[in-house]
């Protein structure tokens, strides 16, 4: 058991040195430096926190409001370099995760070799998930 926790901290290692990772953390810092997106991130998480009162709740139009002044802020903050670098950062990191979370799913389940080749459009042959195995009964190449 104490190779696989030393291997996992060694997974753990090599993605927090990745480019990816790096480039997280530096675009999270480059949006938390700048007061135009902490301005919008305070004002967005405001207005949620407004929409949950059983008074925004209660009325429609207050429920309107708010809904759309949520929307405004999202869209400044969307607009802002920053964010979407921040965004951008997040979806290579989410890929990542994803990518990794594949791999170990694969050899786990017994396809090592797949587990470098597999695509999406793969899935129909492979009963290593619940959407596999779905598509496997079903004979569909859907993922």
């Not at 009162?53 to 708010?66: F, S, V």
């Not at 290579?92 to 080749?117: H, K, Q, S, W, Y």
């Amino acid at each position: 058991m104490q190779e696989v926790y030393r291997l996992a901290q060694a997974l753990a290692d090599a993605i927090l040195h990745s480019d990816i990772y790096t480039e997280l953390k530096a675009a999270r810092e480059a949006a938390d430096a700048s007061a135009a997106c902490c301005r919008l991130e305070r004002r967005i998480a405001e207005e949620r926190a407004r929409l949950q009162t059983p008074a925004a709740r209660e009325n429609p139009d207050a429920l309107r409001e708010g809904l759309a002044a949520l929307q405004r802020a999202s869209d400044e903050l969307d607009a802002l370099p920053e964010a979407a670098r921040l965004r951008t950062a997040r979806a290579g990191f989410d890929d990542l995760m994803e990518n990794v979370n594949r791999i170990l799913r694969m050899t786990i389940n017994g396809d090592p070799d797949g587990a470098e080749e597999e695509t999406p459009d793969r899935c129909a042959g492979c009963a290593g998930c619940a959407k596999g195995a779905k598509n496997a009964k079903s004979g569909t190449d859907e993922a």
